[in-house]
């Protein structure tokens, strides 16, 4: 409604765009409810007291992590919304296999592999939740059907050294955000680093005596210390002494507008690192974060760095996790294809 009344009160002043003012409208919101003063409406979803529940099941009885019991959720969400006035105890009853299966392979089609993996997870632990409770007779996880994912059947899509470029000189460094995204997507694509590393980036990390940056593993790889280049030092340094909000956070990067917090969010980075790239004109199938990783990852496969070096550099702990990149080493695959066979007239 606040939105609304905005566009109707200053449209005499011209076009007004909703997205202009939908930020910093967010960013009250989330201050009121910091400080206690924003009264929850009491109206809510006919699903939220179920997925509550399981909140506090998957909590309690499996004591699932912080990231792992969010995309529970989040993906148990999108069921119970789909669901609409069935989302309740009683309506879960009237669950079948055909129901669930419908879905399943409905949402399938909108989404990439690691998402249908997390949605297929995050029901069958819904489904042994609802009978747990009592609100299913049959182990309906079962019904889940399985979609077939292989490892390594994709091709890693990644900047090249020359895409990498353009897209650091598009960036406007005369403002703070600028400085910021200049700083991190210089880390991204030196080191090729995972954005969920750069993000937990803290200011103890950075040995300025030693020129070293110490990322932190994860997703079960290894830690990984780094020789400070010059542009990333420069970089990182005007972020610092220019750009960087007084703030007590040990992250080193920040949001550029109060209040003054890490980037936490995932989906932030990548949608910042994808609005840089469009605005170069680069276009790719899939951009995010890992745009730089796999491009980082191409140069050392092209510039004939073994596999081990390859992955002791991007932190895998297997080296089976670095055999994607054999996709992309064109010079070796020459040598193993076979002539195409010619026709023999009888």
């Not at 995010?288 to 191409?298: I, N, P, V």
Request: charged content about 25%; proline content about 5%.
């Amino acid at each position: 409604r606040f939105l609304e009344a905005c566009a109707v009160g200053w449209g005499n002043h011209g076009p007004w765009d909703l997205r202009r003012v939908r930020p910093a409208v967010n960013r009250f919101v989330e201050y009121l409810r910091q400080e206690g003063r924003l009264v929850a409406p009491v109206a809510q979803a006919i699903y939220q007291p179920l997925l509550e529940e399981y909140r506090e099941w998957m909590q309690s009885y499996r004591h699932a992590a912080p990231l792992t019991l969010r995309a529970s959720t989040d993906a148990v969400t999108v069921f119970l919304k789909w669901l609409g006035p069935d989302a309740t105890p009683r309506g879960l009853a009237s669950l079948d296999c055909e129901k669930i299966e419908q879905f399943v392979l409905t949402k399938a089609r909108e989404q990439g592999r690691s998402a249908r993996q997390c949605l297929q997870s995050s029901l069958r632990t819904f489904f042994r939740f609802a009978l747990h409770q009592g609100y299913v007779r049959q182990p309906l996880d079962r019904a889940v059907p399985t979609l077939r994912t292989y490892k390594l059947a994709g091709v890693p899509c990644g900047l090249t050294e020359e895409q990498a470029q353009a897209v650091l000189r598009s960036i406007d460094r005369n403002t703070r955000a600028g400085r910021r995204d200049y700083a991190l997507l210089q880390l991204l694509h030196a080191y090729g680093v995972r954005g969920a590393q750069v993000r937990a980036l803290r200011l103890e990390d950075i040995d300025w005596g030693q020129d070293q940056i110490f990322f932190k593993a994860c997703k079960h790889g290894k830690d990984v210390r780094v020789p400070m280049t010059r542009e990333v030092g420069l970089s990182l340094l005007d972020y610092l002494q220019n750009a960087r909000p007084a703030c007590s956070c040990p992250q080193v990067f920040l949001t550029s507008r109060a209040p003054y917090r890490p980037l936490l969010s995932a989906r932030r980075l990548s949608a910042i690192v994808r609005g840089h790239v469009q605005a170069a004109g680069i276009d790719l199938p899939r951009v995010g974060a890992h745009s730089f990783r796999h491009g980082f990852a191409t140069r050392m496969v092209q510039q004939g760095h073994s596999l081990k070096a390859i992955a002791d550099v991007l932190g895998h702990r297997l080296l089976s996790t670095t055999f994607l990149y054999t996709k992309v080493d064109v010079q070796a695959l020459q040598q193993v294809a076979l002539e195409w066979p010619q026709e023999v007239s009888p």
